[in-house]
């Protein structure tokens, strides 16, 4: 059974870090691309990054200018998406996806596992 649990959000001050992580069971990181994504409230859902399996290419939104980093540990397989420099419109719920193929897209209606969602709060 497909699943994915992300974990790490938080409350974090204007130009701090969060590491978010997305636990993964029923399959393996080998095999698919996991997609972060993210929804502020009375916002639709947005790609944030994505993460291909085989090679772990990496692509990003164009907002996050470099602050974003996505990467995965397959031994435990678990994806992580590390963050800095937040702003207060990066927060928002972040979500990890996978619709079990090899390669990223950044089309939301395309994923068919999600997980439950973690809350970032960029605030001073």
């Known amino acids: 059974q497909v699943q994915l649990v992300e974990s790490g959000g938080d409350l974090v001050q204007p130009g701090g870090s969060l590491r978010l992580s997305c636990a993964t069971s029923g399959f393996s990181l080998d095999y698919y691309a996991i997609g972060w994504f993210r929804q502020a409230p009375g916002k639709e859902r947005e790609a944030v990054a994505c993460?291909?399996?085989?090679?772990?290419?990496?692509y990003y939104a164009d907002f996050e200018k470099g602050r974003f980093t996505i990467s995965r540990d397959n031994v435990d397989n678990t994806v992580f998406l590390q963050m800095d420099s937040l702003k207060p419109e990066d927060t928002a719920v972040y979500y990890c996806?996978?619709?079990?193929?090899?390669?990223?897209?950044?089309?939301?209606?395309?994923?068919?596992?999600w997980g439950q969602g973690t809350k970032v709060t960029v605030s001073s």
């Open positions: 993460i291909s399996s085989g090679t772990g290419s990496a």
């Open positions: 996806a996978t619709f079990r193929t090899a390669d990223c897209t950044d089309y939301a209606p395309s994923y068919d596992y």
